[in-house]
T-cell receptor, first 114, second 111 residues
Framework: EAEVAQSPRYKITEKSQAVAFWCDPI?????LYWYRQILGQGPELLVQ????????DSQLPKDRFSAERLKGVDSTLKIQPAELGDSAMYLC????????????FGPGTRLTVL | AQSVSQHNHHVILSEAASLELGCNYS??????LFWYVQYPGQHLQLLLK??????LVKGIKGFEAEFIKSKFSFNLRKPSVQWSDTAEYFC?????????FGDGTTLTVKP
């Protein structure tokens, strides 16, 4: 069964350092999502891509976060510089074109900022 | 702004008890509704979904949910829970391709 791949699974960094997360969606899924999930809360959408274009990044802290999906396939989410409050689980999901957007989630990257 | 709220943060049940988890949404226009589940150590995965038609939808593992438009609700139900249903459950809504998740309900089923 096809799955969404994410790496790394765990990342520990010091504040002010740069971190990057990678996601490879299910083949053929045009829509890719990055979520942040803080313990005890639901996933919060950071950015949504349709192919290589950003369709929603209203909740992305653009002063320190960036995301790209250059060829419309895999994607990278970067934080520079990392802050203590960025410690969370970062989830990637993909789906076929909305509106029937059942999302398939990857295992996530657990980020700890010290 | 669109939102999804889940009233129960933590539910504890004994095996064979019936389950109902509440979900209310606030959306303008058409909304698609989902329940996702995250078993311990596993990914988030879809339990069931509602787009249109019959408001009672059935999902995997004996779960079902009813869309009640007048109450803005999409509650999840299961007549008899098992220990293996211990997990975190998330309700989500989608409109115009944008998804919003509730904060989740942790279900613990005691054997």
């Amino acid at each position: 069964e096809a799955e969404v791949a994410q790496s790394p699974r765990y990342k520990i960094t010091e504040k002010s350092q740069a971190v990057a997360f990678w996601c490879d969606p299910i083949s053929g899924h045009a829509t890719l999502y990055w979520y942040r999930q803080i313990l005890g809360q639901g996933p919060e959408l950071l950015v949504q891509f349709q192919d290589e274009s950003v369709v929603d990044d209203s909740q992305l802290p653009k002063d320190r976060f960036s995301a790209e999906r250059l060829k419309g396939v895999d994607s990278t989410l970067k934080i520079q510089p990392a802050e203590l409050g960025d410690s969370a689980m970062y989830l990637c999901a993909s789906s076929l074109v909305p509106p029937h957007n059942e999302q398939f989630f990857g295992p996530g990257t657990r980020l700890t900022v010290l | 702004a669109q939102s999804v709220s889940q009233h129960n943060h933590h539910v504890i049940l004994s095996e064979a008890a019936s389950l109902e988890l509440g979900c209310n949404y606030s959306y303008g226009g058409t909304v698609n509704l989902f329940w996702y589940v995250q078993y311990p150590g596993q990914h988030l995965q879809l339990l069931l979904k509602y787009f249109s038609g019959d408001p009672l939808v059935k999902g995997i593992k004996g779960f079902e949910a009813e869309f009640i438009k007048s109450k803005f609700s999409f509650n999840l139900r299961k007549p008899s829970v098992q220990w293996s249903d211990t997990a975190e459950y998330f309700c989500a809504g989608s409109n115009a391709g944008k998804s919003t998740f509730g904060d989740g309900t942790t279900l613990t089923v005691k054997p």
